[in-house]
């Protein structure tokens, strides 16, 4: 059971994603973001719920749909923004963009535009971890579609053969850009195949926060009795199109959900009946939801204002 | 210390060395810790490490090269080993798209200090798919390092040296090296090293790569008894690139040989040989030759073999038509030194 304060807190970081990414729908049209965006509406409760339960200091790697874990890991606005506006005050000096956001002082190590990328990664921060005799967590998102990558399987064998300390986060929206999972799969249950494996598994509702919450921590603690590696299977639902800042329901792929679908699909709109129930009042979510649009409005004033790298940055930091 | 040692045996007290000195250096691969050590190159490392610093893995080349920049990320100095070259391109996305590009895509921020080992070069019939050696390839890619140590000595401060650098660093080590005994200076560890003159000479400057370094040595053997000195230079380092040696000896010479273990297309000798036609213009009395690998996939056939591999012959060929010489009776001499100490099965 989430305490008031502790809802609140996730609200807020809820709220925070939810507010940057319709942010960028508002003005990416101005083309100053030049940048591929893959928005994260309807994959917050993942990350939030996810990283909620692993202590600091943490260790997390993404992949190109990473807004929503770099700001539940950072809750910084200003350097987001200046990175997604190419700027020398991004995260990156305007050498990552959209897709290779990072922030080491938070544990986000690195995401990858490449699917399936970051995979061994993790497995390589879990293996230091376990070689300093650690128990420091480590966790990687990742979609269903990078299952269909050799690495993960390379990883996730490697990982247990070890007994590494690490969480596979599989967040299952059902498609790879706009292939169906039926279209790419040779088998029934991603649960079922992993169970084949020495890993511990957990599923849940993605677009429910409660749930993701309760299902990591039911899992980290059968990690921590076996020393094995877990894999949590997180389904959500992809609201906007694979990259862009657009609805594509029209394009034929997929059906539109309902009202009452969409409602159910809706991270935030779960998790504010959840926070009614915390004994948390409209304005108390109101204020936050204020503050948050306060920190967004900073933080694109910022960016755009900001200045870009000069020429000799193009020749800095490749090599130490 | 200075001691006469093999290269595989230098390679493997390099590691020690380094491992003896730093906590988070590890060395892992496919076989590293199994009773063959990688052709002797890992030979003592399990024994006295334990099984936490030098381990196997499973055939998950992929994987374990981002296995090695995760635990590099995370504050460990990895050495991971290949027993052939030709399986690093099961790695490839790791190397190109992550190792290259990561410090650089987080401003900075990302240090990446991993040692990627892997074996090269002519063995005993290897074919198509465990000969490559890939240097041009990797050296494509901005952010990586690429060596290519030829004697013990280097073996040793190489390895060494890569494993102390703070960037990603790929060694490429030719199979019929391992062999070869040097003298090696212990306490001689210089930040990876640029190109050496390993014998001077004041007729055609030829630049080498790994194996051919040996060969150019026996053809100036050869060419000294017909008067010719040619300077011989050792590349070493061929990314980042440091071509200001050869060009120094294209100013003294005039003329340039490049004798890559590589093909030639889009190579390591058409960036080297376009740096120096660039640079060494007005010094230069002749079009740079090159010689390399045939245009062919590698055949397993000695007789063909013969003809796929750059040779002491070829360059003694190329350096007469740089200095407009008759050629040169060969048909007493003895070539393939090396090869003849080689046999199977690996």
Known sequence: MLSKGEGLKLYRQLVLIRRAEEAIRTFYHENDMKTPVHLGIGQEAIPVGVCHCLPNPRTAFGTYRNHALYLALTEDTDRFFAELYGKEGGLGRGKAGSMHLCAPAHGLLATSAVVATTIPLAVGAALAHAYRNERQPVAVFFGDGAMEEGAFWESLNFACQRSLNILFVCEDNGLAIHASASERRGFSSISDVIRGFRCCVGSADGSDLVAVIEATNRLRAEMASTSQPGFLHLRYFRFLEHVGINEDFSAGYREAPDEEERNALDPLLRFSAHLDMLGCTASERRIIETEVDMQIQRSLSLAKEGLFPDAAALYEDVWV | ?346
């Not at chain 2, 981002?66 to 490839?92: C, E, K, N, Q, W």
């Open chain 2, 1 to 346: 210390m200075n001691t006469t040692m093999t290269y595989r045996d230098a390679l493997a007290l390099a590691a020690a060395k380094e491992m003896d000195a730093d906590p988070r250096v590890f060395v892992f691969g496919l076989d590293v810790p199994d009773h063959k050590r990688i052709f002797g190159s890992t030979k003592g490392l399990v024994e006295k490490f334990g099984s936490s610093r030098c381990f196997g893995t499973p055939l998950s080349e992929d994987a374990m090269t981002g296995v090695a920049i995760g635990a590099a990320l995370s504050g460990l100095r990895p050495v991971h080993v290949h027993i052939r070259a030709d399986f690093l391109l099961l790695g490839m996305n790791q190397i190109a798209n992550v190792m290259s590009s990561l410090r650089y895509m987080s401003g900075g921020a990302l240090r990446l200090p991993l040692v990627i080992r892997a074996v090269i070069g002519r063995g005993w019939g290897q074919g198509a798919q465990h000969s490559k050696s890939l240097h041009g390839l990797f050296g494509h890619f901005p952010g990586i390092k690429v060596g290519l140590p030829t004697s013990p000595q280097d073996a040793y401060s190489m390895l060494r040296a890569a494993i102390r650098d703070d960037n990603p660093v790929i060694l490429l080590e030719h199979r019929w090296l391992y062999d070869i005994e040097g003298r090696v200076e212990e306490e001689y560890v210089p930040p990876l090293p640029g190109p050496a003159v390993v014998r001077a000479g004041s007729d055609a400057t030829v630049a080498c790569t790994s194996w051919m370094t040996i060969e150019a040595m026996k053809a100036a053997e050869v060419l000294e008894r017909h008067s010719i000195n040619i300077e011989v230079i050792d590349m070493r380092t061929v990314a980042p690139l440091d071509e200001g040696i050869v060009a120094s000896s294209i100013a003294k010479t005039g003329h340039c040989l490049i004798a890559d273990y590589d093909w030639l297309y889009a190579g390591f000798s058409a960036e080297l040989a376009a740096r120096l036609a660039h640079r060494c213009f007005g010094a230069l009395r002749k079009p740079i030759e090159r010689i390399g690998f045939a245009p062919v996939p590698c055949p397993t056939t000695r007789p063909l073999e013969n003809l796929f591999y750059p040779s002491a012959v070829q360059i003694i060929r190329a350096v007469e038509r740089l200095l407009d010489l008759d050629s040169i009776d060969l048909s007493q001499e003895l070539f393939y030194s090396y090869e003849e100490r080689f046999k199977g099965p690996f």
